[in-house]
């Protein structure tokens, strides 16, 4: 089993920047892939950005050039640099690890972009 925390989440005014951070723990393997999701009010959880155990990443258009994910695979942790924050990326966001064929979920953090 794994565990997902997530932590970093807050207000934050529209071009500002936040952090937020995903400690995986428990039965962790060499090769996985861990990505930032997000859901708002009324729409589908949506990917945002995801980053092989390996350094490979791979980005939503809507998000290109203003945010970046990164990991450290010694403390099983990942990260999410969201730059340039609009309203539109008000959302809680979720961890998500997968391995072989399962995935797993943080409970979520809540990001608020407004003035």
């Known amino acids: 089993q794994v565990q997902l925390v997530e932590s970093g989440g807050g207000l934050v005014q529209p071009g500002g920047s936040l952090r937020v951070s995903c400690a995986a723990s428990?039965?962790?393997?060499?090769?996985?892939?861990m990505g930032w999701y997000r859901q708002a009010p009324g729409k589908q959880r949506e990917l945002v950005a995801q980053?092989?155990?390996?350094?490979?990443?791979n980005y939503a258009d809507s998000v290109k050039g203003r945010f970046t994910i990164s990991r450290d695979n010694a403390k099983n942790t990942a990260y999410l640099q969201m730059n340039s924050l609009k309203p539109e990326d008000t959302a809680v966001y979720y961890c998500?690890?997968?391995?072989?064929?399962?995935?797993?979920w943080g409970q979520g953090t809540q990001v608020t972009v407004s003035s």
């Open positions: 998500n690890l997968r391995q072989s064929v399962v995935s797993y």
């Open positions: 428990g039965s962790i393997r060499n090769i996985n892939v």
């Open positions: 980053i092989t155990s390996g350094g490979s990443t």
